[in-house]
């Protein structure tokens, strides 16, 4: 069940921020975690009083995923449920959002960040997409920006083979935009996102539309046929492999599948 106090939310000098509180859990995302997300994300874009969100977690984890008891109990085997929700809202957000990554970022932690506009990253940080070491595919459009990020080579080692990077690797990578020392990331994403309290608001929501309006339907696209995939592989021997693997604490075999 989830706590009122996993998915914190506050509006202070403009900013909107949604911080991941769950560390006892690694700030691992259940369905009701998306749900508050997307909720709090839309409820942000129409309040005239917030000029930029920012999105955060805790010292050390910025998210380690998917809760895999929530994962594996309620699956997200239709494009409805609630993660891909959660998505389409991020996308469709007209407001400019800030990400503070205050430590680990995996799976989504890392995809979610393709979808802000100003990422900046703790010194602390390691970011990965293990999907496919998971019996998954790749989820929130990653399949499409990532190869157009940082080419089909170096998209290969983060997407098919799962290897993990650190923050300067992201920054190289252009999905963040700088790196800062883990003591002073938060701080200078919220220096960042309160400086479009200076800005005229109308102007950035356009520039901002303008900037995605070539790739956004693509996006959404891809998001769709991405959830239907992933839907599929959930049930798939080899994620269930993976899975079991993962609950009883030792390393898969997939040496039987073709």
Do not use: W
């Not at 085997?77 to 990400?99: N, Q, Y």
């Not at 950035?204 to 959404?220: C, G, I, P, T, W």
């Amino acid at each position: 069940m989830l706590s009122p106090m996993d998915i914190k939310t506050a509006t202070l000098n403009g900013v909107a921020t949604i911080e991941i509180a769950r560390p006892h859990k690694k700030n691992a995302l259940t369905a009701e975690m998306y749900s508050a997300m997307a909720a709090a994300v839309r409820a942000a874009d129409a309040d005239t009083a917030v000029r930029a969100l920012l999105i955060t977690g805790q010292p050390g984890i910025f998210t380690s995923g998917n809760d895999i008891d929530d994962f594996m109990t309620r699956p997200p085997s239709t494009p409805d449920a609630p993660v891909f929700d959660f998505m389409r809202a991020l996308v469709a957000c007209r407001k400019p959002v800030v990400a503070a990554v205050t430590g680990a970022a995996i799976g989504i932690g890392t995809t979610m960040l393709l979808h802000c506009d100003l990422v900046y990253v703790s010194d602390e940080a390691r970011l990965a997409m293990p999907f496919a070491s998971l019996g998954l595919v790749p989820e929130f459009a990653s399949s499409l920006i990532v190869p157009q990020l940082m080419g089909q080579a170096k998209a290969a080692e983060k997407l098919l083979l799962g290897d993990p990077f650190t923050a300067e690797e992201a920054v190289e990578m252009r999905i963040a935009n700088a790196v800062l020392p883990a003591g002073e990331v938060l701080r200078h994403a919220r220096r960042m996102a309160e400086r479009f309290n200076t800005l005229p608001p109308g102007a950035v929501r356009d520039s901002k539309q303008l900037m995605r309006r070539a790739s956004v339907e693509r996006v959404l696209e891809t998001i769709e046929v991405e959830a239907v995939i992933f839907g599929q592989r959930l049930s798939s021997p080899e994620a269930t492999e993976a899975f079991s693997a993962f609950f009883q604490k030792r390393k898969p075999d997939f040496s039987a599948f073709e």
